[in-house]
């Protein structure tokens, strides 16, 4: 008994011949730049050690963390952006038994996107190329969403040091919002800060 397939006599199988258009082949080394890139990033992350503590204000208790971190890496320098008056931070750290000298309190920011635009090009200035981030571990991820801006844009990396608020996590729509006021900055050099919230 002879079975036939239908519509199969005298064809041979087709070859798929896979040619790449320009437009696919665009699509494949943006693709490949953008693992390479990510790649990059997070060996960096991983290997680069931090020269500073860079702590974000808006909660006592941050400093406050920062301050028990420094005492046990006393190699780093404490940078306090927007943090607490100038009297009571210098209480925290010299409890701590942080020197004067290595603590810097700097008043200029008036929310989380010039707690990093403040500051970044003097960290750049003084060949700090890695920084451990300490806010608040509801507010971190917006933090993070900023720093992969402002710091990404001079190549500083930042490993986070969430610090425990019982809180939940901030709404995604305040990490979007400051994502697109750090890419106005970096284009622009201007914040948004008069127009945002101040938080």
Excluded at 1 to 8: A, D, F, T
Excluded at 50 to 75: D, S, Y
Excluded at 110 to 134: C, H, P, W
């Amino acid at each position: 008994m002879v079975v036939r397939l239908h519509g199969s006599r005298g064809r041979q199988p087709r070859s798929k011949n896979w040619h790449l258009s320009g437009k696919n082949l665009l699509g494949l080394l943006l693709g490949l730049s953008a693992v390479c890139w990510i790649s990059y990033k997070q060996y960096r992350t991983y290997t680069d050690q931090p020269q500073a503590l860079l702590v974000l204000g808006g909660a006592v208790e941050r400093e406050e963390f920062a301050a028990e971190f420094a005492r046990k890496n006393p190699e780093l320098e404490i940078w306090v952006s927007g943090g607490s008056n100038q009297e009571y931070a210098q209480w925290i750290f010299t409890k701590a038994g942080i020197a004067h000298n290595r603590v810097h309190l700097d008043y200029r920011a008036v929310d989380t996107v010039t707690n990093f635009t403040t500051l970044v090009d003097e960290f750049k200035a003084r060949g700090i190329n890695s920084v451990y981030l300490v806010t608040s571990d509801d507010h971190m991820r917006r933090a993070q969403v900023i720093g992969e801006i402002v710091f990404g844009s001079r190549g500083i990396t930042y490993k986070p040091l969430p610090v425990p608020s019982g809180r939940e996590p901030e709404p995604i729509e305040k990490a979007i919002r400051d994502g697109v006021r750090a890419i106005v900055w970096l284009t622009t050099g201007y914040t948004g800060a008069d127009l945002a919230n101040k938080n």
